[in-house]
């Protein structure tokens, strides 16, 4: 009879105190598992919306301004040396050792146009960038080319234009090629052209406003671009538009800390019932180790068997406890989730991690156990027949 045989027996005879091992191991690892993946999931939502956010740097020029306000009341302000950027500028973002994570770079330039008696902001854009800039327009129409205009929703009905009319600006005619959906934002109040359109119509050639950045925020330091772009264009003033998940993964950060002492605290009662059993169940075998010594079994025979029985034990509870932990997070998303369904990554490393946790629990509580049923004095151990 090998080794692994007596210790499988030993855990069928003794069913009661294998399931109160396996209770206390998989209700650890399900705890363990069912934080991490959770804490992974939000994560990476609020990475994801970050991501599709579209613009999250902002680069304007570098003036001097002081405004005129005072309890929310604006009284305008005073600009001292305004300039406007050149184009050719952005050329330099190519080169800040974070240029890779740059997904789309959109210089825009604004001017304010007369419109049959009224004054309309007109904002010059590069359309191609403007799908990852603006992922929340829906075009009516279709996208403007050379000589052609998109409209806000709500310049659109102020002015009382469609597809197909055409807006006279400095001097040019601009067919109107769609119009916005309601976007809820400033969008609504624009008219788009591209940016060359706009450069010839309000006289600014070669010369932006501002320009949008959109980084790949989940792989990338968007504190550390914003000081390589601030030292790649020295006249510019770059900002970062993080607000919207600032505080979200403040809250986050929190979590994590109170999450992982949680679990750190129902991993170590599983581990000290593993002990509590493992003693228990060894005192119980006094008389069986006897014999096992008696025949021959070496001390490191009975410590394997000991072993044996906390590693299979272990090894199910990471199992039950990875398979718990994911059920139970995937119940907390549904409930929590906000109109969306929020994506549970299933990670091999989570999956082996709880395996290994589990393994290395069980193990670590039974090495005393062990050690004590290896030490029995097998004389001893007999004259208790």
Not at 235 to 241: D, E, G, L, Y
Not at 262 to 267: D, E, K, N, R, W
């Amino acid at each position: 009879m090998t080794l692994q045989w007596i210790a499988i027996r030993n855990l069928m005879r003794r069913r009661g105190k294998a399931a109160f091992i396996l209770a206390g191991l998989v209700i650890g690892i399900g705890t363990a598992v069912g934080i991490v993946s959770y804490v992974n999931a939000v994560t990476h939502d609020i990475l994801h919306k970050l991501e599709q956010y579209g613009a999250n740097i902002l680069i304007v020029p570098r003036t001097e301004n002081l405004a005129l306000s005072y309890g929310g009341l604006s009284l305008g302000g005073v600009s001292f040396e305004l300039e406007e950027l050149r184009e050719s500028e952005l050329a330099a973002l190519a080169s800040i050792p974070n240029a890779g994570n740059i997904a789309a770079l959109g210089p825009m330039v604004l001017g304010v146009a007369a419109v049959e008696g009224r004054r309309i902001l007109m904002a010059g854009v590069d359309f191609s960038a403007a799908g990852i800039l603006k992922p929340w327009w829906e075009v009516r129409g279709r996208i403007p080319a050379q000589d052609e205009v998109l409209l806000g929703a709500e310049a659109a009905r102020v002015l009382n234009l469609g597809i197909g009319d055409r807006l006279p600006v400095g001097g040019r005619s601009l067919a109107i090629a769609g119009v916005l959906a309601p976007t809820g934002s400033q969008d609504d109040h624009l008219a788009f052209t591209n940016l060359a359109d706009a450069q010839a119509a309000f006289d600014k050639p070669g010369r932006i406003s501002m320009a949008e950045v959109a980084a790949l925020c989940k792989d990338c330091p968007i504190e550390e671009m914003v000081l390589q772009i601030s030292a790649a264009l020295p006249r510019a003033k770059v900002m970062a538009i993080q607000q919207v998940v600032q505080s979200r993964m403040e809250m986050l950060a929190q979590f994590k800390k109170f999450a992982y002492g949680i679990s750190a605290v129902v991993l170590l009662i599983g581990s000290l019932v593993v002990l509590v059993t493992m003693m228990g169940s060894v005192r119980e075998r006094t008389d069986e180790i006897g014999i096992f010594r008696a025949i021959g079994f070496r001390r490191s025979h009975i410590m394997r068997i000991v072993f044996l029985e906390a590693g299979l034990l272990s090894l199910l509870a990471g199992v039950l406890g990875y398979g718990l932990g994911l059920a139970a997070v995937q119940v907390a998303l549904s409930a929590s989730a906000e109109g969306h369904a929020v994506h549970l990554p299933l990670s091999p490393e989570t999956a082996l991690g709880a395996l290994a946790l589990a393994l290395s629990l069980g193990l670590l509580a039974s090495a005393y156990p062990a050690a004590l049923a290896a030490r029995m004095d097998p004389n001893d151990a007999l004259r208790s027949l």
